[in-house]
């Protein structure tokens, strides 16, 4: 499908359902297609990412992935709250992006219009790139700070990677890059190649705990997953922030996206994203399947963790102790990128 099909199909789904809510203030797209002309292919495992602003302080839970009109969506609602002042939308690492070039795709108010225009003009500035940055390392420190001990261990470990993951997103903010989900680590790996500074992309796969893997060895906690991903999914009930990240249509992104990556090279660039969906799984599992089969499933993820070099929480503990002390290093290495950076003004 090409991506102009999809955002067609993105727009008539919120025009027939979410415009028609009392608290409806508009919508835009988000996501790896932002920038992508309308006749670019959709990459394999993508689907079309749309925030739906509502002017209600507590927004609705995430509906998230959905198949309509042949193309996968992905819908989240975010309150008009957080992106009323367009100054706290430059300085937020993961709000910025949408509004750097023009992704409205409804604005009845003409509100999201001022702050997109607002955004765009100051996006590139260095001060506001230097605050994202900032932004995005604060919460690795927040997040690592933060993580419970006494939590279930897939939770743990599910926050654990999260946090280590973000120090990508430093690095793709500070290049002016979207701050992928799925593929943070091919996107910084491609980033850090363009601008010659390479040296730096074995430490953030240290710190995940992947630099040794094999794509034999990704290949095989893949196909474990593949397995614990098909049992959640059929069982789950509980509704979560992620569950559409775990049925029948998303299945194509978690396991078949990352069964690419593998075919194409990039067998470490996997091992973030088979690891959230792991731990995801057996939040689900946790939730609402039976402890047998629990405890059936439990030994791949253990391996999986293990062989990240996490065997337990007093060890994560020590690796989210080096996150930590790796920031001042990942801080500096933002800094010579902006400073390396055309695109950014100062």
Known sequence: MIVGTARAAATEWVMQYASQEAWFMGAYFSGSTVGQPDDATMAAGSDMDVVVVTSEATPPLKLGKFIYRGALIEITFLSWNQLASAEEVLTSYHLAGSFRADTLLADPTGQLRGVQQKVARHFTEIEWVR?????????????????????????QVMAWLFMTGVTAHVLLVAALRNPTVRLRYLAVNNMLREFGRTGIYSELLWLLGCEHWTPQRTCHHLNALARTFDVAAAHAK???PFSS????????????????????????????WIGATFARCHHILCADAAPKLQAELAPAFEEFVADLGIPSSDTLARRAEEVLRFLPRLRDEAESIMQANPEILR
Not at 131 to 155: F, S
Not at 251 to 270: C, K, Q, T, V, Y
């Open 131 to 155: 605050r994202r940055c900032e932004n995005a390392g604060q919460k690795i420190e927040h997040g690592l700070r933060n993580i419970d001990p006494t939590a279930p261990w897939h939770n």
């Open 238 to 240: 509980t509704p979560f």
């Open 245 to 272: 990240d775990i049925t029948a249509a998303s299945r194509p992104i978690a396991i078949d996206g990352s069964r690419n990556l593998i075919r194409d090279g990039f067998h470490r660039e996997a091992v973030f």
